[in-house]
Nanobody
Framework: QVQLVESGGGSVQAGDSLRLSCAAS????????MGWFRQAPGKQRELVAT???????TYADSVKGRFTNSRDSAKNTMYLQMNNLKPEDTAIYTC???????????????????WGQGTQVTVSS
């Protein structure tokens, strides 16, 4: 079973940057995907970014060009570099691990098997 531990949230000003980390431990598959969801108060949960074991990434339109999802295989850690943050990026960000997926397939709820504890990101104008 995979365990996920997140870190890196916080409170910043608009235009600032943050980097979230998600460290995975435990038994994993050879083919997998990891991702970041976020949920703001009163809003639906949104899939922000994914990365799979082939290294392919996908992003929500709202973060394209500003967020970069990456992984360090040696450390079993996924990183979400968030640049030019906006107040509308304020949310609880949760990392997740699951079956291999790519593109729109990653929106299927059956993909994601394990969740982190979530970390708050607050962006002030």
């Amino acid at each position: 079973q995979v365990q996920l531990v997140e870190s890196g949230g916080g409170s910043v000003q608009a235009g600032d940057s943050l980097r979230l980390s998600c460290a995975a431990s435990g038994r994993t598959f050879l083919s997998w995907a990891m991702g970041w969801f976020r949920q703001a108060p009163g809003k639906q949960r949104e899939l922000v970014a994914t990365i799979n074991s082939d290294g392919k990434t996908t992003y929500a339109d709202s973060v394209k060009g500003r967020f970069t999802n990456s992984r360090d295989s040696a450390k079993n850690t996924m990183y979400l570099q968030m640049n030019n943050l906006k107040p509308e990026d304020t949310a609880i960000y949760t990392c997740t691990w699951g079956y291999f997926c790519s593109g729109n397939d990653c929106h299927s709820p059956t993909i994601w098997r394990t969740w982190g504890q979530g970390t708050q990101v607050t962006v002030s104008s």
